[in-house]
């Protein structure tokens, strides 16, 4: 039975972050920043909602210098937002495309006190700003103050997470780890990839995942030459190597590792090749703790491959950033250089060309601690499991 933690944060939670924002916002000279996307937009109020999904209305959030952030939404989400800690909501009769809310978002920035005259927007890297570019460039010649990128800023203050936001991380890692394990009770040659990720899907849902977005399967002979498409109806046969990688979701949090299985059998050189990456993962660990960089950790990763023959790594990195999106900055890469910080929740994930059209990749979930890092996922065997 699922240990169901309790839903949303205390309210605390939510005025932690603003301050933090807001201090932000001092250091940088800021008026004002402004979000757009879901997981910003959630991050500073707590609304949750799956309409999202529907592309037609723009959503905007307000943090200003001082104070608690104010909403300029559609009206149909009106009511979800007065439930969360959110006070001033302005609306408009979305969809307006004449004036979707481009107005009222200007006369709300404008009334705003302007003591450094500029305002913040999300415009830059792993960012974007869903709202019309021409709806972005009136609203520039509606407001009489410089916007700038704060994409950089807004990521590093979402990556150090709260312990409520770790625990929930946590949750969901048990919730696909109990997952993972039921594969090979059923998992089986004659199957194909499609089956099997479907049965995964129900028991991370029957144990309390809230949403499965993202599940990924690569089978083939002794190998898989894929780690980002399916799952497929190809049939599992005997000899086959399957992984199966995913990213569920609870409370709005994300788990995001995979796992490795061999049907009847596996040559040694696969066999090698899961060793190599376990044990990399492991050296990661190792150089995951405060003040040390995500260079360092693709560096003691790549060394372990390199050391058992990697060919190379098509993934471009070796793990990343991990919380209210699947994917998060920073990325473990050789010329990243974040310094890691108590708080940062990442994956390991070192993946290896070991033959032609061959990759073994390996991913686990951690977060960095005062004195080093804690698994959030329980770590796979070190050996391939072959399933007979």
């Known amino acids: 039975m699922a240990n169901y933690l309790q839903r949303g944060f205390e309210l605390s939670e939510f005025e932690n972050r603003a301050k933090r924002a807001q201090r932000i916002m001092h250091e940088n000279k800021l008026d004002a920043m402004i979000f757009t996307t879901e997981p910003n937009v959630r991050y500073f109020t707590g609304f949750h909602t799956q309409f999202w999904h529907s592309p037609t209305r723009p959503w905007f959030v307000i943090v200003p210098l001082e104070g608690k952030p104010i909403a300029v939404i559609p009206e149909?989400?009106?009511?979800?937002?007065?439930?969360?800690?959110?006070?001033?909501?302005?609306?408009?009769p979305s969809p307006q495309p004449?004036?979707?809310?481009?107005?009222?978002?200007?006369?709300?920035?404008?009334?705003?006190p302007s003591r450094y005259g500029r305002v913040g927007a999300t415009l830059g890297i792993e960012s974007h700003l869903r709202m019309p570019v021409n709806n972005y460039l009136e609203l520039q010649s509606l407001v009489k103050k410089e916007f700038v990128d704060v994409s950089l800023l807004v990521h590093e203050l979402r990556q150090i997470k709260s312990q409520a936001e770790i625990a929930k991380t946590r949750e969901i890692c048990r919730i696909t780890n109990l997952g993972f394990d039921k594969i090979p009770r059923y998992a089986r040659v004659g199957m194909n990839e499609r089956e099997i990720c479907k049965q995964f899907r129900i028991d991370m849902l029957h144990e309390g995942a809230d949403e499965c977005p993202y599940i990924i399967a690569g089978s083939g002979p002794d190998g898989y030459d894929s780690i980002i498409m399916g799952p497929t109806d190809r049939v599992i046969e005997e000899g086959d190597v399957l992984i199966i990688d995913t990213g569920a979701v609870r409370d709005g949090y994300f788990s995001d590792f995979d796992r490795n299985w061999a049907f009847g059998y596996a040559s040694e050189q696969t066999k090698a090749a899961y060793r190599a990456t376990y044990e990399a993962t492991s050296k990661g660990f190792e150089a995951a703790r405060p003040g040390a960089t995500t260079t360092d950790i693709y560096l003691a990763m790549w060394g372990v491959l390199e050391a058992n023959g990697a060919l190379g790594n098509d993934v471009g990195r070796l793990g990343h950033g991990l919380g209210m999106e699947l994917t998060e900055r920073p990325s473990n890469t050789a010329s990243d250089n974040t310094v890691l910080k108590p708080g940062m929740v990442m994956t390991l994930e070192p993946g290896m060309v070991y033959a032609q059209g061959k990759s073994m990749v390996h991913e686990e979930n951690i977060v960095i601690t005062e004195d080093g890092a804690e698994w959030l996922s329980q770590r796979a065997e070190p050996e391939l499991v072959i399933i007979k």
């Open 76 to 92: 149909i989400g009106a009511s979800g937002m007065r439930s969360t800690w959110i006070e001033s909501i302005i609306t408009w």
């Open 98 to 112: 004449q004036d979707d809310g481009v107005s009222l978002l200007a006369d709300t920035l404008t009334s705003l």
